[in-house]
């Protein structure tokens, strides 16, 4: 099924989530509908904020166009099987430690910010400690557009914006679009009653 993607000024986006302790078969359904949500939105990656539940849960898939080669490092559980064999990814309580401190820039979208643009300077490297759908644990590691989606989807999970991030210059840019947002969200909110 696919899920509403709520917009930024929803309140919901600022809230960190709460950790998931049932991997249950409800669970198994919200992430299966959150990669289709993501898919039909053509996102590279989800959080369940973005489809109002504030809950350690984000889904992730960086697979290139077919043909196109792999611009990124990573180490998923200490070996490097193809792509296909963990993506779409669903991470549960992920745990953060970075690996390279190097900062990259690079111009990121947010699925809540339709229109919103802009550069972002994250570290290079990261360790992402996670349980996946059943409960079990994992360990992937990745540079490159990889561990920037990680930490983008892993920031919204402890209620935090690429707004919150971005070159100032860009965000005086986009200020006009993301007050818009905002105004929306509280005009549908007011709707929604
Ligand atoms: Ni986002």
């Known amino acids: 099924m696919i899920l509403r993607v709520?917009?930024?000024?929803?309140?919901?986006?600022?809230?960190?989530g709460a950790t998931?302790?049932?991997?249950?078969?409800?669970?198994?359904?919200?992430?299966?509908?959150?990669?289709?949500?993501m898919y039909d939105a053509e996102g590279?990656?989800?959080?369940a904020q973005q489809v109002g539940k504030a809950l350690q849960l984000c889904v992730v898939d960086v697979r290139p166009p077919e043909g196109s080669?792999?611009?990124?490092?990573?180490n998923y559980d200490a070996r490097q099987p193809p792509l296909d064999l963990f993506m779409?990814?669903?991470?549960?309580?992920?745990?953060?430690?970075?690996i390279d401190e190097q900062q990259d820039v690079y111009e990121e979208g947010?699925?809540?910010?339709?229109?919103?643009n802009g550069k972002v300077n994250r570290p290079i490297g990261v360790r992402?400690?996670?349980q996946d759908v059943q409960g079990n644990p994992h360990t992937l590691e990745a540079d490159g557009l990889l561990g920037r989606c990680i930490l983008h989807e892993v920031d919204h999970l402890n209620g935090e914006l690429f707004i919150d991030r971005m070159d100032k210059r860009d965000l005086k840019?986009?200020?006009?679009k993301i007050k818009r947002l905002k105004r929306e969200s509280r005009d549908f909110l007011k709707q929604r009653g």
């Open 6 to 16: 709520t917009k930024y000024g929803e309140p919901i986006l600022r809230e960190v």
């Open 20 to 37: 998931v302790t049932e991997f249950n078969a409800e669970l198994a359904q919200l992430a299966n509908d959150m990669v289709a949500t």
């Open 44 to 47: 590279i990656g989800l959080a």
């Open 69 to 74: 080669e792999i611009s990124f490092n990573y």
């Open 88 to 98: 779409p990814l669903v991470i549960c309580n992920p745990k953060i430690s970075i």
């Open 110 to 116: 947010c699925l809540s910010f339709p229109g919103v």
């Open 128 to 130: 992402c400690q996670f």
């Open 173 to 176: 840019k986009n200020e006009a």
